[in-house]
């Protein structure tokens, strides 16, 4: 079995790489998508509240595809994403009025620290070992979740109250939109460092995990420290993507940790293109909108289409929806007789 | 302490009934490059995992520069200027041939730098030319898993060399490489590592390579080094020439 | 704590052990034999309860006696791995023997999310209860407390009996040596004429009606709802792990120790009973990361 291993890695890697052809047409491409991502809530303010649950989302997916460029897969980040929306929502209950970037960091902070107390544990694991340890502390948070409801509101919940923006309150319709263009910027900003963190040296260390670790210790680097580099940044972002949900949804359940949720993160990011950042976010807006608008018709069925799509982009569409936009381009690039 | 730079004493190690080190003590001197030969299954590799702390010996101890480093993990011996490169190449095969060489740069300048493009390091043209030096600069933006078997294994002691050891230790360098090539890149390897300064031992079965480009040759069998000498001793010794030379032809 | 309540909780322990090794046995099988960790075991877990409840509740409703509430486990049981398990090796995973192991956990994970709305399709979200084969065995007394013959003596009785049967099953039958020669050296055992397609598919199969099994023998003592595959699955993950993967003896006497904590602490600290199992796992994790009877993997260099 294990010597296919290495031919077959590739279908879950980054898809870009190499590819610096087709690049300038895909780059123009995103720069008009994140335009009108900007316009929607001017243009179409109805999609507003379907784009704010996307983007939050996508940052958690964000996470998930982190560590899928080590080749690892976890079956319970939610843990981060419920984490830090618990702990914006603790913040604002303790200290009312406090200001949407306080609330914002210490949500980033909480997931991070506790990425570290979990990631030192789950680090020493790969595989089948690191997936489900993973779900394991998710699933331990959850029931802690469930079963302190004195302090945690149990399955209800607890209210994450409105934040301040600079010192002054808000009604809803401005806090949406200064929520909807906050993600805008970390959608951005958080996109743009992850690929740059994806090519620095720390996270080429990082990716190295998914090859050939032996050469890596060989390297002078402990493999542990690498992949608990990606896995603290995974965490992070999952969390400022929890902590956002959590401001836009104005109550924070148990439901946040659920290992479906964990699920639905893996499946977006294998469905956008693992490993690819934008793929994270279009994943994402297209898993919303397609669950938005037809669970309302498939609410019962929903996991199982969800799991049917997985398979069959696993099977046959490694590359998930990066991978066909990009051999699309690639396609019609070689047409019109492009090229070096 | 002693002169060595890399010194064992009294190694033991056994798998299962085996025992694979018996009571191994040997010196490796700076600036003097040492083949280890002997039959298949010998212990030789064994001996390379326990120098670099892959295997820990149930008694006796390595030292390094006379410090004991036993106890550390490989990463740690690593840092103290001991590289390895393997019999089977152990390289990042996902990365181009460059990559492998600016994430081994990457890891010995310990860059903690989370922003900027691994390929604007400023080693990189250090790189390309260690690249060039083993005779792979064509390969430089091939995927490790395109290339073919004798560049993957040139490319792995180019990612050892990368780390600037003080000592290399190499599990069959030229295997796998055409015969025709072997001299030649033997060549190329021990002038670069006179002129880098690194002492290196290498395990070979190639009495032509032995001969040519090793200061001093150990002979080991049954866990342990029976002979050493130079090549033009040892290679004449009728138990070299019964056991380990009848072997290999 | 008094002796009624150590009694109770002991024997709480015991039962609760016996169902959780039932179900831990078949994925480490599974494991041990081809490198999966299939995620959809808890599903038919869920699955073998559920068609037991129905069967039982049908076959009642005709008037016959609960009495046969116990050859309808085994029939649901083999159901549950020959109608599910089966295709499932069959069509899919057959697919992906020679894909990345994060892969196959995607592709089983998959099944996984399919499987559990499927039941919802076909069971809906009503909790059920049927608990006429507990009822039929009656009651046993010791030292004072009152305990289901079912779960006090049955249960343990069908554990230690699936344990030593396996064992049995692997070292003395041909079968079980030709999954054993296949487990260790795929290739070595097809070149001597072993078909490696059929054995994974028994295999599978085998685990699958285990896994089925244990939801079939649970049945009866628990109510049945939408998510106790979940559940399932990651108790029995904590299990095999504790144990270290594919170890058969080690997950009896790991489920026995999570099962013991897990009741223990159902009478002295009930908020904590659901992280008990997890808690061992990681504290013996942290101590052997290959599990308690697992041996840690040289890499090869």
Redesign the interface.
């Known amino acids: 079995m294990s010597t296919h291993k290495s031919k077959t890695a590739t279908t879950i890697s980054e898809p870009g790489k190499g590819h610096s052809v087709m690049k300038s047409p895909l780059s123009l491409l995103w720069l008009v998508v994140i335009l009108v991502v900007m316009a929607v809530p001017i243009a179409a303010p109805s999609m507003k509240l379907l784009f704010t649950f996307a983007m939050a989302k996508g940052l958690g997916v964000l996470g998930v595809t982190v560590l899928l460029r080590a080749g690892q897969v976890s079956f319970g980040h939610a843990l981060y994403f419920g984490i830090a929306a618990y702990a914006g929502a603790f913040l604002m209950a303790a200290m009312p009025g406090m200001d949407i970037l306080i609330v914002l960091l210490a949500g980033g902070i909480g997931a991070t620290v506790a990425g570290l107390f979990v990631g030192l544990f789950v680090v020493r694991y790969r595989g089948i070992f690191f997936g489900m340890l993973n779900l394991a502390f998710s699933m331990i948070f959850w029931s802690i979740l469930e079963k302190f409801y004195h302090y945690t509101g149990g399955a209800d919940g607890i209210r994450l109250e409105r934040p301040n923006v600079f010192g002054s309150a808000m009604n809803h319709t401005d806090f949406g939109l200064v929520l909807y263009y906050m993600l805008v910027a970390l959608m951005i900003g958080l996109g743009w460092y992850t690929m740059r963190w994806f090519n620095s040296p720390v996270g080429q260390l990082f990716q190295t995990i998914k090859t050939n670790e032996t050469r890596l210790e060989y390297l002078g680097i402990s493999p542990k420290r690498a992949l608990l580099s990606g896995y603290l940044l995974s965490a992070a972002l999952c969390g400022v993507g929890g902590v956002m949900m959590g401001m836009a949804q104005g109550v924070v359940t148990p439901e946040y940790v659920w290992w479906v949720r964990s699920a639905e993160m893996v499946f977006i990011a294998v469905l956008g293109g693992s490993g690819s950042v934008q793929g994270a976010f279009l994943g994402a807006l297209i898993y919303e909108a397609v669950r938005t608008y037809a669970s309302v018709y498939a609410g019962d069925v929903w996991q199982m289409i969800l799991g049917g799509f997985l398979l069959v982009i696993i099977l046959f569409a490694p590359g998930g929806l990066i991978g066909i936009l990009q051999s699309l381009f690639k396609r019609s690039h070689d047409k019109t007789g492009g090229g070096k | 302490m002693s002169d060595a730079l890399l010194e064992t004493r009294n190694l033991v190690i056994k798998f299962g009934g085996v025992t694979a080190a018996d009571n191994v003590s040997l010196k490796i001197h700076a600036g003097r490059n040492l083949a280890i030969i002997g039959p298949n299954g010998a212990g030789k590799t064994t001996f390379l995992?326990i120098c670099?702390g892959?295997l820990k010996p149930s008694q006796g101890q390595v030292f390094f520069e006379g410090r004991d480093i036993t106890p550390l993990?490989?990463?740690?011996i690593?840092?103290k200027g001991v590289?390895?490169a393997?019999q089977?190449p152990?390289?990042?095969?996902?990365?181009t041939a460059l990559?492998n060489l600016?994430?081994?740069v990457?890891?010995?300048d310990k860059?903690?730098?989370?922003?900027?493009?691994?390929?604007s390091?400023p080693e990189r043209a250090e790189m390309l030319h260690l690249l060039e030096m083993v005779g792979c600069a064509d390969a430089a933006d091939t995927?490790v898993?395109e290339l073919s078997e004798g560049q993957r294994k040139l490319i792995d002691i180019a990612?050892?060399l990368a780390?600037k050891p003080k000592l290399l230790l190499m599990d069959e360098p030229t295997s796998g490489v055409a015969s025709s090539e072997k001299h030649k890149i033997m060549e190329i390897l021990i002038g670069a590592l006179k002129e880098a300064q690194v002492t290196s031992v290498f395990v070979e079965h190639d009495m032509g390579i032995v001969e040519n480009y090793a200061d001093e040759v150990a002979v080991w069998n049954s866990g342990d080094v029976q002979l050493r000498g130079t090549p033009a001793e040892i290679l004449e010794h009728p138990d070299v020439i019964r056991d380990v030379i009848g072997e290999v032809a | 704590m008094n002796l009624a309540i150590f009694l109770l909780a002991l024997f709480d322990g015991v039962a609760y052990a016996a169902l959780v090794f039932i179900v831990a046995l078949g994925l480490t099988l599974i494991f041990g034999v081809m490198r999966i960790l299939n995620v959809a075991h808890g599903s038919l877990y869920a699955i073998g309860a559920y068609t037991t409840v129905t069967l039982t509740g049908w076959v009642l409703a005709l008037g016959f006696a609960p009495i046969l509430a116990f050859p309808l486990m085994l029939v649901s049981a083999v159901l549950v791995g020959v109608l599910i398990g089966g295709p499932l090796e069959y069509f899919l995973l057959r697919r992906i023997y020679d894909k990345s192991e994060v892969l196959q956990l995607l592709v089983t994970f998959a099944v996984f999310m399919i499987l559990e709305d499927v039941q919802r399709l076909v069971w809906g979200t009503r909790p059920y209860f049927d608990s006429s084969a507990l009822q039929a065995l009656g009651n046993i007394s010791v030292f004072g407390v009152t305990y289901t013959v079912y779960q006090l003596i049955l249960l343990p009785l069908i554990a230690v009996t699936l344990l030593l049967g396996m064992r049995f099953f692997l070292r003395h039958t041909l079968t079980g040596k030709l999954i054993t020669a296949t487990t260790e050296d795929r290739e070595a055992a097809q070149s001597i004429g072993v078909d490696a397609d059929k054995v994974f598919l028994f295999t599978f199969i085998i685990g699958a009606v285990l896994a089925g099994l244990g939801g079939a023998l649970a049945s009866p003592t628990t109510s049945i709802l939408p998510g106790m595959g979940a559940d399932m699955i990651v108790l029995s993950f904590a299990v095999v792990a504790t144990a270290g993967l594919g170890q058969i003896e080690g997950a009896a006497l790991t489920a026995l120790m999570i099962g013991l904590g897990r009741s223990f602490a159902v009478y002295l600290y009930p908020e904590f009973s659901v992280l008990v199992p997890y808690l061992i796992m990681v504290v013996v994790l942290l101590v052997r990361p290959e599990g308690l009877f697992g041996t840690p993997s040289a890499r090869k260099i």
């Open positions: 995992n670099t892959w993990p490989p990463r740690k690593v840092d590289a390895r393997f089977i152990q390289l990042f095969t996902e990365h990559e600016l994430i081994a990457s890891a010995r860059l903690r730098k989370t922003v900027m493009d691994m390929h390091i995927l898993v990612v050892a780390l």
